[in-house]
């Protein structure tokens, strides 16, 4: 009977603790969809919503400038910046090109497999590996042929070709489509929901996939780049790379724990007893 008494009560510990660390998982998730809703008030800043771009030179200030000051000095934009405000076209993205006054010519069009699309009059056109603006100057060029000054306006619609992914304790793991020829580590975490409370942010893993086998990982301590401010850890991400969250120690724990409580927990809301091997 001792020992019937001492296993309850150690699974009646255990199951306590799940449910502690169950509580505070959910409430983690909840902050983090706050935090992610934008500041829509009159007196916000403007900033950068997931998937779209402002003016670069609102984005990026030369450290020590003010507004509306020349500091007589050319100011230098980082790479990462304006590769983001950028975007390439591939495969399965989704252009809208529009003809002033000629419909016939206008219409939405997929990028195939061959990197092309099919459009009237002129037939197949490989524009795989070119940005919005010269596609605009290639249709122009091949149109003047059949149309006198073609005005010519192309405008992506579907951003498929590039993808991230972020896996592990986050709130919504998965893909991330990107509309920029790369994306920061800061901006792929609040895409994806925020860090759980049951993440490992310290040691989180940027990992850049390789068809030789050669993988690289960085190691990313997020919670010293998302609470502490601390830029040197946001990351530039490409296309196919994979930022990997995992999990602590508790949350490990309790994972394993949770399948043996169960029945516990189902026989004590019925009432009714259970007897489990060697009583």
């Known amino acids: 009977m001792k020992d019937k008494f001492n296993c309850f009560y150690i699974v009646g510990g255990l199951t306590l603790w799940l449910t502690l660390f169950t509580a505070g998982s959910a409430r983690a998730q909840n902050f983090s969809e706050v935090v992610s809703q934008p500041d829509l008030s009159a007196n916000a800043p403007a900033e950068e919503s997931a998937g779209s771009y402002a003016d670069v030179s609102l984005i990026y200030q030369e450290p020590g400038a003010q507004a509306g000051v020349d500091s007589g000095e050319d100011v230098v934009i980082p790479e990462y910046i304006l590769e983001s405000t950028q975007y390439t076209l591939g495969k399965e993205d989704v252009i809208d090109i529009s003809v ?90 609040v895409q994806a929901g925020l860090p759980l409370l049951s993440g490992k942010t310290t040691v989180s893993k940027l990992i850049t996939p390789s068809e030789t086998g ?49 029945p516990i927990n189902a026989a004590g809301s019925t009432g009714r007893r259970i007897y489990t091997g060697g009583f």
């Open 214 to 262: 050669k993988v690289e990982k960085k190691t990313v301590n997020v919670h010293k780049l998302l609470y502490e401010g601390d830029l040197r850890e946001n990351l530039v991400m490409k296309p196919g790379d994979t930022l990997y969250i995992p999990p602590t120690f508790m949350a490990k724990a309790m994972r394993t724990i949770q399948p043996v409580t169960q």
């Open 100 to 189: 002033l006054r000629h419909p016939e010519v206008s219409g939405q069009f997929i990028i195939n497999n061959d990197g092309k699309i099919q459009y009237n009059f002129i037939g197949d056109i490989n524009i795989e590996g070119l940005k919005k603006d010269e596609v605009k100057t290639l249709l122009v060029e091949k149109l003047s042929e059949y149309i006198i000054s073609p005005d010519v306006t192309v405008m992506i619609t579907g951003y498929n070709s590039k993808i991230v992914y972020v896996v592990g304790e986050v709130g919504s793991p998965g893909k991330i489509y990107m509309r920029g020829d790369t994306i920061t580590v800061r901006e792929a975490l």
